[in-house]
């Protein structure tokens, strides 16, 4: 497995925004696709974004589309979420994770990540 330490959350007004990192740390970090999550109060989690291990392919949910972008610096083991256009209802816990398996990509379902970081706070006031 892999650590993973989330960081950039806070406190935010609507259509401003944030920028998340995910430094990880203890296996090949540019072997494995990357991915962010999200729980909101009281909801599932869910998935946000992806990106491939090299960095070329991205995987967005229709929620986020236009608006994050999703990146990786593999020199520096770290993964990125640009968050844009930010809007009330993206208020949760934002979490990354690392793919169980070397160069896949996809599925983005929860199962199919073995390493979450401690997730970091974003909230969004209207």
């Known amino acids: 497995q892999v650590q993973l330490v989330e960081s950039g959350g806070g406190l935010v007004q609507a259509g401003g925004s944030l920028r998340l990192s995910c430094a990880a740390s203890g296996r090949t970090f540019s072997s494995y696709s990357m991915g962010w999550f999200r729980q909101a109060p009281g909801k599932e989690q869910e998935f946000v974004a992806a990106?491939?291990?090299?960095?070329?392919?991205?995987y967005y949910a229709d929620s986020v589309k236009g608006r994050f972008t999703i990146s990786r610096d593999n020199a520096k083991n770290t993964v990125y979420l640009q968050m844009n256009s930010l809007k009330p209802e993206d208020t949760a816990v934002y979490y990354c994770?690392?793919?169980?398996?070397?160069?896949?990509?996809?599925?983005?379902?929860?199962?199919?990540?073995?390493?979450w970081g401690q997730g970091t706070q974003v909230t969004v006031s209207s």
């Open positions: 990106v491939s291990w090299s960095g070329g392919r991205t």
């Open positions: 994770a690392a793919d169980k398996f070397v160069r896949r990509f996809g599925p983005f379902n929860r199962p199919d990540f073995d390493s």
